[in-house]
């Protein structure tokens, strides 16, 4: 049974930073995990992941601040995410893909097992 467990979520200033974890269990197919977020009253969007031959993808929005990577036995994925602005608070979630060479990596429809969220929170 595959398990995402996200953490390190919380409150921060503008300007701050937060490092968000996802553990995973059960996976088969290596960690081919990105993180996505659904800011308050708006739709989910992918924020970053790894490509099939493991290169980080980020979405525009957040390139140059939001670095992803993980641990050496490639259970947990790491999101850094520096120089936060109001604009980032959202719920964060990582999922969990077994596609691996695909165009559009940031794409939910790839992602069939995610974790239960952790809430970024960023005042100004």
């Known amino acids: 049974q595959v398990r995402l467990v996200e953490s390190g979520g919380g409150s921060v200033q503008e300007g701050g930073s937060l490092r968000l974890s996802c553990a995973t269990s059960?996976?088969?197919?290596?960690?081919?995990v990105a993180w996505f977020r659904q800011p308050p009253g708006k739709a989910r969007e992918g924020l970053a992941t790894?490509?099939?031959?493991?290169?980080?993808v980020y979405e525009d929005s957040v390139k140059g601040r939001f670095t992803l990577s993980k641990n050496r036995t490639e259970t947990i994925a790491y999101l850094e995410m520096r120089n936060l602005k109001p604009e980032d608070t959202a719920w964060y979630f990582c999922?969990?893909?077994?596609?691996?060479?695909?165009?559009?990596?940031?794409?939910?429809?790839?992602?069939?097992?995610w974790g239960q969220g952790t809430q970024v929170t960023v005042s100004s």
């Open positions: 999922a969990a893909r077994g596609a691996q060479y695909i165009s559009d990596p940031l794409s939910a429809r790839w992602y069939n097992d």
């Open positions: 059960g996976l088969q197919y290596g960690l081919f």
């Open positions: 790894f490509d099939g031959y493991g290169r980080p």
